[in-house]
């Protein structure tokens, strides 16, 4: 996988906006239609959120698995999008797009922050819900990347280590859940009483060993180097707790950015479509959680059927005559045998 570029300029047939699994797999049905491509996105990675926030925990809305842990969904699709050489996908990942504009004499030009710029005859924006920015502590800043955390990258660094969860969504108890056969301790710290984690979660919480804080706050962080220790209040009550990793799960504030000035026709911080992915400029196509349309379903695997419709959509446009349909797989399997 080529993340590194250091060229001022490139041309593609079509350029993903967002190396999630939609824009992924809008980079493996490109290849599959012949057409060059490339994926953009600010994460290091591949993966988008799911990479970047929850890649220990279970999918179950997929098809063709029961349930299946979001690093190895993203780990199958960079596989899948690796086959179809010698049309795979060259990869810009830790690089921000911050403008489109329209090519000459046709197509788009996209601006990345570094002035580098990818020419494309056609556009997916597969941003996900937009960009990220964590909700935060300010007793937590200082030990950002010494102990404190927005997510779980992998489980097994926290063998043996007393873990803090600050927070009472879905995220917060799914990490404790996950930490407590690998962590010596885990301590759930909620400001509330009530979570609003799913029930059935919260009460395997309480029935897994877990210290649960309710109605309390970490209220500042200590450590040489490192964080070793927090302190908790709870009501009049102030404790201090051995911690040598905190897992801030306060949840994210996502943001457009640069693309809410690029001329396309918004409804609710979300990009409109028609029926065929297209947005109101002429080659530019949305997929995903980015995208709206009466009657979207926000599923993963409805995501995956966008990618498809905008890519095979393109395919059309930028070579007239071609078919709508893609040949099937099957035959293609063929072909490359023989």
Known sequence: ME????????????AVVGAGPAGLYAAYCAGFRGL?????DCLPEPGGQIAALYPEKKIHDVAGHVAVRGRELVDNLVEQVAQVTPFAPRYLLGRTVVSLAPGEPAGWVIGLEDGARVRAGAVVI??????????????????????VAYHVPRLE??????????????????WALALVPIARSVTVVHRRSAFRAHEHSVRQLYTTGVRVLT?????????????????????EEE????????????????QLGPIAD???????????????????????YAVGDICCYEGRVPLLSVGFGEAATAVNHAAVELRPGARLAP???????AALLS
């Open 3 to 14: 993340t590194t570029w250091s060229g001022a300029e490139t041309s593609v047939d079509v």
């Open 36 to 40: 060059s491509s490339v994926i953009v």
């Open 327 to 333: 040949e099937h797989s099957t035959d293609r399997e």
């Open 126 to 147: 597969a941003a996900g819900l937009g960009r990220p920015v964590p909700r935060t502590l300010p007793c937590l800043e200082p030990y950002l990347g010494r102990g």
């Open 215 to 235: 109605d309390a706050q970490v209220t500042a962080c200590h450590g040489a180097d490192r964080l070793e220790e927090v302190r908790v209040r709870a009501g």
């Open 239 to 254: 404790r201090t707790l051995p911690a040598q990793a905190l897992v801030a799960a306060l949840g994210f504030i996502t």
């Open 157 to 174: 660094e926290h063998r043996g280590r007393d873990v803090v969860v600050v927070g009472g969504g879905d995220s917060a108890v799914d």
């Open 262 to 284: 690029w001329g396309l026709r918004l409804a609710n911080r979300q990009i409109a479509v028609d029926r065929a992915m297209r947005t109101n400029l002429p080659g530019v």
